[in-house]
């Protein structure tokens, strides 16, 4: 029995090699995912400068709204050409 080959141990290592795959297969999608997240983390950052340019832009426009109230309002309003004849 000298040339025969063991069942048990071509199961096991089968199995050993099975699970080298296995593992580095794992391996394989790890990395996927890593640069996943570094993909996801970029776009993150991405629209935290958007959020940031947002609140710029609403206090820009807060700022005009005042202005332009301002404007339509001032407070020593003279009083117009017809409003001067009129009171004559």
Do not use: Y
């Amino acid at each position: 029995m000298s040339g025969t080959i063991d069942q048990g141990a071509v199961a096991i290592a089968t199995l050993a090699f099975f699970m080298l795959v296995q593992f580095g297969l794992a391996i394989w999608w790890a990395s996927g995912i890593s640069q996943r997240m570094k993909a996801l983390e970029e776009k993150a950052k991405d629209h935290g400068s958007t959020r940031d340019e947002v609140i710029r832009l609403q206090e820009q426009i807060k700022t005009l709204i005042q202005a332009v109230e301002r404007l339509a309002n001032p407070p020593n309003q003279r009083p117009s050409r017809q409003q001067r004849q009129s009171e004559a």
